[in-house]
C-alpha cells in the first residue's frame, strides 16, 4: 500500500505561484505513475496532470499547461506541482494520486490518493 500526503496549499494572489508537494510512504513510488487532480466547490473531479516515473515524461491537461509543472524527486519519494500565473479559476482542493498503467493502450488506474490540499487564488 501507499500512503500520500499533500502539502503547500494555501492563498495566493492572482498571478502569483504556488508550489504544492506530495509525500508518499509505505512503499517506493519509483514504479507508479504519479498525478494530480483538483476539485472546485461544486464540481466533479478534474485532471491537472500526471509523470510516468518509467520514461519521466509528463501530461498536462489544457487549461494549466505552461503554467503547471511536474517533477519527482525519487531520493525523498516524492512528487511536487509547480504552479505559476495562478488565476481564481485553479482555486480548488488538489490531490495527489498514484497508479499504474495497463498494457496496450497505457491507460492508467489510479489506486492510491491523498487527503487534499487547498489552493485558492483570490486578491
Known amino acids: 500500500q501507499v500512503q500520500l500526503v499533500e502539502s503547500g496549499g494555501g492563498l495566493v494572489q492572482p498571478g502569483g505561484s504556488l508550489r504544492l508537494s506530495c509525500a508518499a510512504s509505505g512503499r517506493t513510488i519509483s514504479s507508479y505513475v504519479m498525478g494530480w487532480f483538483r476539485q472546485a466547490p461544486g464540481k466533479g473531479r478534474e485532471f491537472v496532470g500526471l509523470i510516468n516515473w518509467s520514461g519521466g515524461s509528463t501530461n498536462y491537461a489544457d487549461s494549466v499547461k505552461g503554467r503547471f509543472t511536474i517533477s519527482r524527486d525519487n531520493a525523498k519519494n516524492m512528487v511536487s506541482l509547480q504552479m505559476n500565473n495562478l488565476k481564481p479559476e485553479d482555486t480548488a482542493v488538489y490531490y495527489c494520486?498514484?497508479?499504474?498503467?495497463?498494457?496496450?493502450?497505457?491507460?492508467?488506474?489510479?489506486?492510491?490518493w491523498g487527503q487534499g490540499t487547498q489552493v485558492t487564488v483570490s486578491s
Open positions: 494520486a498514484a497508479g499504474t498503467t495497463t498494457p496496450p493502450t497505457g491507460r492508467t488506474s489510479w489506486a492510491y
